[in-house]
């Protein structure tokens, strides 16, 4: 598969994710975008520093190697938290990590598996 595919569709799945966990406490607002911005970068850099590191923009990606997704959406969730909290000069709470760890691993999950889908529909034969 194609890296750059990949890359958007690995940074709009974040976006949604973002959007997502925002819109659940109600901070979908002018107020809310600072946060939302810094959030959305923390899983950026997390996602784009672990991602190639797993192995996921290697070729050959299939539905065996979803694992690696999972993990790596687990510790990019973790590692925007703690960045969250030090860019914020906030507190670092361990069940905000493992929500938003958990969370993300499900959401790059899915967007991986679809995008999977999506690529076997275009192969030919």
């Known amino acids: 598969m194609n890296k750059r595919p990949l890359i958007l569709g690995d940074t709009l799945a974040l976006l949604i994710l973002t959007v997502i966990g925002f819109a659940t406490h109600g901070e979908i607002n002018a107020s809310g975008l600072p946060r939302a911005g810094l959030m959305f970068a923390a899983s950026l850099t997390g996602w784009f520093l672990l991602a190639p590191a797993t192995g996921l923009f290697a070729p050959g990606q299939n539905t065996a190697s979803l694992?690696?997704?999972?993990?790596?959406?687990?510790?990019?969730?973790?590692?925007?938290?703690?960045?969250?909290?030090?860019?914020l000069h906030?507190?670092?709470?361990?069940?905000?990590?493992?929500?938003?760890?958990?969370?993300?691993?499900?959401?790059?999950?899915?967007?991986?598996?679809?995008?999977?889908?999506?690529?076997?529909?275009?192969?030919?034969?």
């Open 67 to 87: 694992w690696r997704a999972a993990i790596t959406g687990f510790f990019t969730g973790v590692l925007t938290v703690i960045l969250r909290g030090q860019l």
């Open 90 to 125: 906030g507190a670092v709470l361990p069940i905000f990590a493992l929500i938003i760890g958990a969370t993300t691993a499900l959401g790059m999950c899915l967007w991986r598996w679809l995008a999977l889908r999506l690529e076997r529909r275009r192969a030919p034969g």
